[in-house]
């Protein structure tokens, strides 16, 4: 029994060690992130310490851990950042920037918004880095189940349908008073235009469709992975376009 006892001690031990050394991994990963793009930044003092960990999902084959961490909701813009490490331990971060910064998302029917700083890289590319970087883009489909964990389990994306055309045609309204508010007008011709482009692969009784729409609704969001150009058992590069649903409002003020 005392036996027992130590072995469990000594267990519990090793993977308290082993999952601080972890934590402060993540933690230099993340401060690295913000150093390459200050549109992160916080004012901590420890600026990692302002992003809390929302969700992380494991995988066993390949041995992924792919993590999400977010802003807390108080924050007017809030920011998010994806960390994925693989079986080696190594990580890459993906900075999820709001809305607010277009130029890293390409929206299509969109407009740069001018008085955000440009982020000088794009989603498409940061992701497609990742999966390079990691040794996750081989012959085998990996990283095409990396991708789908990120958008199904770390993001909760939906699929889009033909069905769904209810859904989008009403704004996602934000409230938030460091964004310029947009024209709702303008906004509806977007939405419109935006679900045209989604929907145009979408033929009935077409056997083969090589464009896939997952449903960002938590962040406004739609992206369209294009498959069309991708080889078998060959690495690819992951082609994404992105739809904004979303409008930003300010509230009236007595």
Known sequence: ??????????????FTIIGCARQNKDTATIDSLINKFPQLATTSNTRSNDYNLVRSISLKNPSLTIKLYS????????????LVTNSNLHSYAIPLFSNTYRDYWKFTFDIVNLNAKQINTTFERELNICLDKLNLNDTTGTAGKAVNEILYSLLHCQDV?????????????????????????????????????????????????????????????????????FKPKKKNYFKVIIFRQDSNWHLLTL
């Open 1 to 14: 029994m005392i036996q027992l006892n130590k072995a469990f001690l000594f267990a519990a031990f090793f």
């Open 71 to 82: 802003q807390p909701d108080s924050v007017d813009d809030k920011q998010q950042i994806i």
């Open 161 to 229: 349908n033909l069905s769904d055309s209810s859904y989008f045609q009403d704004i996602q309204i934000n409230y938030k008073n460091s964004i310029p508010e947009e024209n709702s007008d303008s906004c509806y011709i977007r939405l419109k235009r935006n679900w045209e482009i989604m929907t145009q692969d979408m033929v009935p009784n077409k056997t083969i469709i090589y464009k896939h729409l997952y449903w960002d609704k938590y962040n406004g969001r739609v992206y369209q992975f294009d498959f069309t150009n």
